[in-house]
């Protein structure tokens, strides 16, 4: 049912915080999304800092763990800088 409701309207502003992460293929998902804008509507895209200073810390000490929960939970399939945050 969502789907249907979601495939008749049209939005100005699509605001995701923090949805990407967590999709087997974010780049597909979001160009489909993008087909729900106006001509001129605009995307927010909100993402996870895995630059945080205790996350440069974990990778400098070599170690790279998932958690329960934050920036490294289980649930968080891909992760992107500053190149691949465009997803061209």
């Known amino acids: ?40 509507g605009k995307v927010y895209i909100a993402l996870p800092n895995k630059m945080h200073f205790m996350q440069r810390w974990e990778s400098v000490m070599g170690r790279f763990r998932y958690t329960e929960m934050g920036i490294m939970d289980r649930t968080h399939l891909c992760f992107f800088d500053f190149m691949t945050r465009g997803m061209h």
């Open 1 to 40: 049912m969502l789907n249907l409701i979601m495939s008749v309207m049209v939005w100005l502003w699509l605001f995701l915080c923090k949805p990407l992460e967590h999709m087997a293929w974010p780049n597909v998902d979001l160009r489909r999304y993008c087909q729900l804008l106006k001509p001129n």
